[in-house]
């Protein structure tokens, strides 16, 4: 799907929650919603039944989410990984990487063409990590067990198949439910009542909204963790920090669910956004777009800097030489940092 068609489908999703139009337009989409939510239903007796064949020695604590689409799992898990101790181990699918097959490697090393622009971020933030990627998540949690004092499984809520002992789901509070239906009526692929079996629920990119989420959170009786995302600096593609003064002129450059959160959050930072390339999540980076991009940008701003995020520098092993740097975002938590503590008691134990 085109990033183009792509907007246009969540945008219909979005109108027919306020539009009995647009609503009665996507009766279709409903009716393939209750097909979807009878098979997720058949998957999970299938897997949950797999996995009572199946045993794993190393504790295995799961990140993820109900709906499709960015809702800050990866900094949520690089936030986990900064307070953790011992021998580490990431198990992920490694979407849209280049190579395939399974891969393990030091987070050190990892390479995004063989584990994928996440797990190269999150390798390089916390080096001393192994990472296992594999297009098979039980793969790659089975290659780690054993070697590893705590397993984290990336996007694992429905791997019912995967032995879990902690679950911790990421919700989106611009999007916590997915538009109320489950795909392709919708954008979840699980019911929102699954938050009810996870540990721990993660609200990201916390707004105005919250006060109405939490109450809607309330009967699941989840402990609840509130974070929003801010950048914390700029880097050149050697690494080194980049000096960049507010006011200044910026030509936004991102591939991630949500290039709006970014757009906003530079804003927000006080710099000028004359314009924003707007890639598909994932996509392939290339020197000629991002040169061509850059050439538009400074005919008509010439003092303007390309800015990507940080999971866009790991899309790439080399970048242009133009005047080039890249956002380093982390989750803050505004609320809930009892609970946070409690899940950092708990992980620890585990992990012993």
Known sequence: MSKSIENLYVRLIRAAASSWLVSLCLFPLALLSYFFRAAAALRRVVYVRRAGRRTVTTP???????????????????????????????????????????????????????????????????????????????????????????????????????????????????????????????????????????????????????????????????????????????????????????????????????????RRSMVAMGFDVVDHLILKDHADITDKKVLSFAAKVRSSVPDAIVVGTEKDFFRKETWPAIPLCFSQMELCIIEGHEAFAALLVQVSKLGT
């Open 60 to 262: 295995v604590i799961s990140v993820g989410n109900i709906t499709v689409g960015g809702t800050g799992k990866t900094p949520f898990i690089s936030l986990l990984l900064n307070h953790l101790t011992g021998k580490i181990g990431l198990a992920t699918r490694g979407y849209r990487r280049a190579v395939h097959g399974l891969y393990v490697t030091p987070g050190s090393i990892c390479s995004p063409r063989r584990g994928g622009d996440e797990a190269t971020l999150i390798g390089r933030r916390h080096p001393s990590i192994t990472i296992a990627v594999s297009d098979d998540k039980w793969e790659a949690v089975h290659s780690l067990d054993g070697r590893c004092d705590l397993i984290v499984l990336d996007d694992g809520l429905a791997r019912y198949d995967i032995p879990q002992r902690l679950q911790i789901a990421t919700v989106d509070c611009q999007c916590p439910d997915g538009y109320g239906w489950l795909l392709p009526r919708g954008l979840c692929r699980e019911p929102f009542s699954r938050l009810r079996d996870v540990d721990y629920i993660v609200i990201t990119n916390a707004d105005a909204s919250l006060p109405a989420l939490c109450s809607s959170l309330r009967p699941f009786s989840r402990p609840l963790i509130v974070t929003e995302p801010v950048i914390q600096r700029f880097f050149c593609p050697d690494g080194s920090t980049f000096p960049l003064a507010r006011g200044q002129a910026v030509a936004l450059m991102s591939g991630i669910a949500h290039p709006e959160y970014f």
